[in-house]
């Protein structure tokens, strides 16, 4: 079984970029245990990040056939695409939506995410371990609905 993760927009900055929300775990430490995660559980991940709304859309439709499902913290265009939401709506795939932070918790403009009405749950505000719930819930909803 093949999970498609993905990463949207600035969390290549991860390490870097507002610390004092995010931490300080970089990409590549989330990719790693994200690795380990579906070693563990006997997956597959592919893993994609992109600043590019267009690409995200291209690379799920890219994939649709191969994965059995999609981990996404899709980070600004939570709040501002339609388009990714009607794409996940789209490929009829179970996804999972994952924030490092508590988007509940920030400001007005992050307590709406236009893509969490189109995935079967999300986990925000568990920093990295978001990223690993998330995982395990999707694969266990994959294994037994
Ligand atoms: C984020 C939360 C978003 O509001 C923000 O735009 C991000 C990161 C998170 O993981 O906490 O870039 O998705």
Request: aromatic share 4%.
């Amino acid at each position: 079984m093949k999970i498609l993760v993905i990463h949207g927009p600035n969390l290549s900055l991860l390490g870097e970029r507002e610390k004092d929300i995010y931490g300080s775990i970089t990409l590549e430490e989330v990719n790693s245990n994200l690795l380990a995660k579906a070693a563990s559980l006997n997956i597959e991940l592919e893993v994609f990040q992109s600043n590019s709304e267009a690409d995200i859309i291209d690379k799920i439709i890219a994939e649709k056939n191969n994965i059995a499902g999609i981990l996404i913290n899709p980070a600004a265009y939570t709040h501002t695409s339609v388009a990714i939401r009607d794409c996940i709506a789209g490929v009829n795939l179970p996804a999972v939506e994952v924030h490092i932070s508590n988007i509940h918790a920030r400001e007005d403009f992050r307590r709406t995410s236009l893509i969490a009405p189109v995935c079967i749950g999300q986990i925000s505000g568990f920093g990295m371990n978001s990223y690993l719930l998330g995982l395990e819930a999707l694969v266990a909803y994959l294994e037994r609905g």
